[in-house]
Each structure stands twice: as structure tokens, then as C-alpha cells.
């Protein structure tokens, strides 16, 4: 690593952020239940496999439209849990509060997180507050963990994609990465631009229900689809081409990109997941999804191939192609 | 999106594809001047699905790309100033100067902000009156129309805290100094689209009358650079010489007149110095004389001596005389997070644009 | 950087219009563009309308491409 000091682009889950955790912390705390990578790490014993993660949020502002950092803190680690066919259980909650925060709202954070959690069934059972003085944090910022039992016979990984597997994605683009840039910029919409939010253990259940063998599920949160499907693409060794025109995005959202010159395929999205399943399994599966109501808008999105491997291949609307690589630099700070 | 979505469909490009293939005989090397070509072509693989001998070279149309090392250096020493707000387009913050960036000086604590609108700058001098703030003015003659209107509302508006960076610059005369440096064969050019809706075509008359190449000005979308495409393969194989619109829904032959005049009335034509190509005659702007005292080269700075690092072909790259694979610096050591020369930074610069979509 | 992009104008007051980019709202500068009513729609470039958006002209141009795309 050349740089000297922790730039934003560090943090934005694109190259850099992946290079600060192969040279700086993979060396010093490796081993095989990390190396993974995955969403949440597996640990399996004689009773079974536990899924653990962690997470830390620091987004800004704090309320946004269709949430807030307490729903945010629970659904984001709710949906890492998920993506490795967790059923989420158990939550840690841990605060650092900076002096002078609203108590008034702290209460409505913390009161969002209480009406997450007993929507997804999950307790938070263990806690920590620290205040630092004004200055040395801004506002709030929450840190989590999470646990759930594996469901049994599913295993779930970004190691496992195969050449002939199809890629679904549960619905558009780019939704809460916008939401919190307009809230920050102060634009104005004709109609609702809201995150997107949501716990999505129930939608990942119903999917694992009638096809337990699904490959592999994610949520492409910081840094977009594109780095989500690079990540695995690269984990699993195999290429995958997607295509353009299958790819839902929301009207509000195409506008702002246009206006800023932003891509919606790296923008974070926190209710949204890409499965990949053999491709037998497919249409059943974009049913199962589609019937859901966090999957409405779900779509066949792509393959994975054998050429082209650790490869991303774009197919534009117009026929032809470019490479989709994992997003470098960064694009805005503190969207999770 | 109207007028966006229409143009990007698949169907009416495979005819368009077709057309071209079916019009187009010989090999020719077409020159799309303005990065947001760069850009779109990339973005939508037109490259792909043109015929192999139609090919697409990229020339110096990215503002970000043609600043010289000394404006982004004098930019540098300007915010290390205690009271100085450098305000500047998103695009300029990555570029490197010399031995330094917006970005890395922003990281330091010097304050610079980034702004979408020349505006902008005005509502940001009007809420700091005791500092002076200071517009990186940099762009073709699309922006130049906007950066004078907010010269000419700080004039009204007697706001004496506002100055410029003047780094502007205009593109026919780029075009007509790679043309007479015969340094790269171009058959045809893409025009650019936004620019030629400020300055029309009587610009571009040199190019057909001059040097006998045809030229169209071509809008973004997919549809629009196809059929520019087209309508300068037509021309090369009628031996045709001449400048067309194929933007026509919003590019007039006079362009916009009170944009123009706009520009006229704070600016005059000027020398303006071009990474990769030099001084070029004409080809920016100078204040007039009763704005000059808003012209930020009056400041006394220190400026470190300006230097570039010696292998880098931005320079080359930026009149199509090399593609960014021929750079040893390219993807190697020179990439978005550690750019060596500023078409790695901007995101229409030739290098960036490779490197994400290659 | 001339990303140009066309919105709709769906409220005027004096030299800034609203103007409605894929349901976004953004105040546009009409001091490059003044003769403009709603319900037209302009080429917006950082914060200002660089030109109207000609509906005609992008109709034929459509219609003409859709033509040479069938034809062949």
C-alpha cells in the first residue's frame, strides 16, 4: 500500500477498502473462518454452524427519508446474518455518543431500532454507551453484532458460484445511497425517493424454503452491484456476464445520476439482494421473489461463466459490452 | 427519461449498425473530441459493435485533462492561504499537481468545497465576507457562458470577495493546432455536442474549408453518436467535405447568441496553454479590462515551480497520438486511486475511461 | 465536464425556473435561456438552461432513425 494516511476512498467498499483489509488486517488475524470474506462468518461446531458478523454505521444525516441509523444498524446486520442463511437471533448494540447529542433523539433512534428488531424477531441482548466530547464524534455513531444458527443444508458462500448459474437481483438500484445524498444536498423530488431499508430475512427464508441449494445470496451495500459481483466473481474464480436492460433502476434515481454523473450499479443499496442459483432453479426462484413484497421488482439480471474468469462483463442496452470493475476511489462518504 | 430513453434503443441501434456497415467501404479513423464521447462510447460498447475498420480515436476534449500542472499548482498555493475558500467543480479535486492535490489539501484542513453551479460560488462569497474566495474557472464553452454570468452578478451585486481562476478554454482552436501538426490522421471528427449548442458551426467552417474534413456535432446518447457516425462515414465515402448537426434538437447553426454575449462581455479571446499541446493561440479567454480585478493572477502567491512526471503521455494521449495502453505508467503504477497525470483522474479522461472499461 | 441533461420546466419566477429531471426538482438559471414557458423542456448544464430542447426536431430525428433502422 502506497498511501500514508486513511483516505475516505478507504472506506467506500470499493478497491481500497479491499486492499486495506489483504494487506493490513488479513496478514495479522488470518485464519479459515475469516478468510471467507463472506457476509458473516461461519462457525461450525458438533451442534451445528453459527453465523457471527459485525458492522458499524456511521451514516450521515442520521434520520433519512425511510429510516433512520437505528433501523439502518438492525437491518444491516439482520441482512448480513441472512446472506449466509442465518436466521437472526441475537444483537449487540453499542453506541458512542457524541456530548451535547438530543436526548429527545436518541430516544426515536433507539425506539426505531426497538420496532426493527421485534419485526425481524431479533433481541438485542447486550449493550455499550460511550460518550465522547463534542468534536470527536459526530453525533451517533452505532456499531453491532450479530449471531443466528445456519438453517441446516443450505450453504450459502461466494465460494460456491459455478459456470451455467444464474444471477437474480430482488429490485432497483441505487434507492438508499440516493435518498441519503439528497437528504445531504437538500433536492427536491416531484414524488417519493425514499432507502430502501428493510430487514430481508423473511424474503431470503422464503427463498431457501423451496430451494435450500441456492449458491450463494449478498447485499450490495457500499460500493454497489458491481462491487458485490466482482467480490464473488474473484472469491469463486468464474466470470459473469450481466445484462443492461434486465438491470431495474427507479426513474428519481436515473435522474440524479444523469444530473451528477453517477452510476447506479455502484451506489449502496440496504434492502436488496443478488442470489445465485443453478439455472433449473431460476424462474422458480424469481417467482418466489417477486411474490414478496421486498422483491417486486426482481429480476434474471445474468450468468456466471466459465471465460472471462474473475471477470465482470456488462452487456450494454445497445449490444454491446464493457467490463464492469469494482469501484475505485470513492464516490460520497458516510452513506451507511 | 424523455429525450434520453428514446435514444437508447437497441433495436433502432442494430439498424443504425447495419446502415453503417452497409454505407462504409473503406477504413477510416474518426477523432470524438469531447470527453463526455469518450464517455458514452465506452459506457455503451459502441466499439464493440462498429465494423473493425470504422476506428475511434479520442482527442483533447476533456477540460480536467488539458490544465496544465501550473494552474492546479497556483490552486494548491491559493488554499494554503488562511483566508482563502477555493471553490471548483467535483472533477478538479483528484487531479495532481506537482507534488500535491485539492483533495490531499482538503485532507490537510485547507478549505475547499466543491460546487455543481457557478452560483454557487456567489451564495458562498455572499456568506463569507471576510474571506476571499476563489472559482476554479475551468471548462470549455459550454461552462464559460455560466462562469460570466456569475462574474457579471458579483459586479451587480458589488461582491468584491469573489475571484476567478481563469483556466477556461475554447476547442476549435485546439482543432485547428492538431489539424496543422498533421501529428495524428483523422479522417472525420465527432463534434461535440453541449459545447456546439453555445457556439454553433460558423467555429468549425475551418476544418471542411481548410483542411477538407468532414465534421459533425453529435449529441450522447447512443442513437446520436451512431448516427453521427454514420453521417460522417457518408460524407468520407462521397469524398464530401462539410459541417453538419446531427444534434439537432438542441444545437442551432448560431448556437445560443446571448450565451455568446454573455462570454463577450466580461471576456476577450486569449493564448491559453494546453497540456500536451502548449500555447495555442485564441484558444481561451483573458478579462476584459474592467473585470480584471476579479482575475486571481493578480493575487501575490508563491507558486512552487511546476513540473509533471516524465513518463507520463497524458500529453500524447490527449491528441490521440497514443492510447493509454502504450503508457508504462498505465494500470501499473498511474490508476483512479494513485492518478499520475490527470486523464487518469477525470472520469472523462481517456486513461480513466480505459481503465474502467477495458 | 459538459454533461447536459433535459428536464421539463414545470414552474417559472422571474430568471429561475423548476425545472423536473426524472422527478427530481431543480431551480435552473434562465439567464442564458429567458424565453422559455412550462411545460417546455430545456438542456440544464451546472444549474443553468443552455438552450430549449427542440421537440419537434428530436421527433423527426427519431422518426428518421427508426426509418433507416427498418429499412435495411
Known sequence: ?336 | MKFIDEFRDKEIAKGLIRRIQKTSTRPVQLMEVCGTHTVSIFRYGIRDILPNHIKLISGPGCPVCVTPNVDIDLAIALSRQKDVIIVTFGDMMKVPGSTSSLQKEKAEGRDIRIIYSSLEALKIAKEYPGKRVVFLAIGFETTSPTIAVAILRAREEKLHNLFFLNSQKRVPPALYALLHSQQVKVDGFILPGHVSTIIGTDPYQFIAKEFGKPAVITGFEPLDILQGIWMLVQQIEENQASIEIQYRRVVHENGNPIAINKIYEVFEKGESDWRGLGGIPDSGYRFKESYKEMDVRNFEVEVEPSKEHPECLCGEVLQGIKIPLECHLFKKVCHPENPIGPCMVSIEGTCHTYYKYQ | MCLGIPGRVVEIEKNVAKVDVGGLLRDISLDLCPEVSVGEYVLIHTGFAIQKVDEEEATETLDLLRKMAEAI
Request: aromatic content about 4%.
Open chain 1, 1 to 336: 500500500m502506497r498511501e500514508e494516511k486513511i483516505l475516505l476512498a478507504h472506506g467506500s467498499g470499493g478497491k481500497l477498502s479491499h486492499d486495506l483489509i489483504r494487506q493490513i488486517f488479513l496478514p495479522q488475524f488470518a485464519n479459515p473462518i475469516l478468510e471467507p470474506l463472506d457476509d458473516s462468518a461461519k462457525i461450525t461446531n458438533r451442534q451445528g454452524s453459527i453465523a457471527f458478523t459485525t458492522d458499524s454505521y456511521v451514516v450521515n444525516p442520521i434520520f433519512f427519508p425511510g429510516g433512520d441509523i437505528g433501523k439502518l444498524a438492525v437491518c444491516g446486520t439482520v441482512n448480513d446474518l441472512s446472506m449466509i442463511g442465518a436466521i437472526p437471533s441475537y444483537l449487540s448494540l453499542s453506541l458512542i455518543v457524541e456530548e451535547g447529542f438530543s436526548i429527545e433523539l436518541l430516544k426515536q433512534i433507539v425506539s426505531s431500532i426497538h420496532e426493527t428488531a421485534e419485526k425481524v424477531g431479533v433481541s438485542i441482548v447486550t449493550g455499550d454507551t460511550k460518550v465522547v466530547e463534542h468534536g470527536a464524534a459526530d453525533q451517533l455513531f452505532i456499531n453491532t453484532a450479530g449471531i443466528g444458527w445456519i438453517r441446516p443444508g443450505v450453504n450459502l458462500s461466494g465460494l460456491n458460484a459455478k459456470p451455467g448459474d444464474k444471477i437474480l437481483l430482488s429490485g432497483c438500484l441505487g434507492d438508499h445511497e440516493i435518498a441519503i445524498l439528497s437528504q445531504r444536498e437538500g433536492f427536491k423530488f416531484q414524488g417519493e425517493l425514499r432507502s430502501d431499508c428493510a430487514p430481508l430475512n423473511d424474503l431470503v427464508g422464503k427463498m431457501l424454503d423451496v430451494y435450500p441449494s441456492i449458491r450463494c445470496m449478498r447485499d450490495p451495500t457500499r460500493g454497489g452491484l458491481a462491487t458485490t459481483l466482482n467480490e464473488i466473481a474473484t472469491m469463486s474464480n468464474v466470470g459473469m456476464t450481466i445484462e443492461e436492460d434486465k438491470i431495474p433502476v427507479h426513474e428519481s434515481v436515473k435522474g440524479i445520476c444523469e444530473l451528477l454523473g453517477l452510476d447506479p450499479l455502484y451506489l449502496a443499496n440496504e434492502g436488496k439482494l443478488i442470489a445465485i442459483c443453478p439455472p433449473d432453479e431460476a424462474e422458480r426462484l424469481l417467482e418466489v421473489m417477486r411474490d414478496h413484497p421486498l422483491g417486486i421488482h426482481g429480476e434474471l439480471i445474468g450468468k456466471v461463466t466459465e471465460e472471462n474468469s474473475k471477470r465482470v462483463i456488462l452487456h450494454t442496452l445497445i449490444g454491446g459490452h464493457r467490463i464492469l470493475d469494482m469501484l475505485t476511489g470513492d464516490q460520497y462518504p458516510r452513506i451507511c
